[in-house]
């Protein structure tokens, strides 16, 4: 079992940046590839990016291609993304999960205009 908190959203205007973490508490949580996805209103859950275990390798959606990057600390048990040039389609729910399997209770982000 794997314990998700997400931390790090709130407002900001479009342009600006944010940095979410996710927490992992419970059982190893290097033996995890991470992702996080976002959830808007009305709309469907959808995947944001994603990375392997080790940290070597990364994914992301089209959308945030460029402007969004994922890390992990396996030290501090933590994956973060990074987001910059935010814009007012990025406002959502973001959520961090541990292969997909565990999910944390989501952190809002909103980009006003």
């Known amino acids: 079992q794997v314990q998700l908190v997400e931390s790090g959203g709130g407002l900001v205007q479009a342009g600006g940046s944010l940095r979410l973490s996710c927490a992992a508490s419970?059982?190893?949580?290097?033996?995890?590839?991470m992702d996080w996805f976002r959830q808007a209103p009305g709309a469907e859950r959808q995947f944001v990016a994603a990375?392997?275990?080790?940290?070597?390798?990364?994914y992301y959606a089209d959308s945030v291609k460029g402007r969004f990057t994922i890390s992990r600390d396996n030290a501090k048990n933590t994956v973060y993304l990074q987001m910059n040039s935010l814009k007012p389609e990025d406002t959502a729910v973001y959520y961090c999960?541990?292969?997909?399997?565990?999910w944390g209770q989501g952190t809002q982000v909103t980009v006003s205009s």
């Open positions: 419970g059982r190893a949580f290097s033996n995890y590839a």
């Open positions: 990375i392997n275990w080790s940290g070597s390798s990364t």
């Open positions: 999960s541990a292969d997909r399997r565990y």
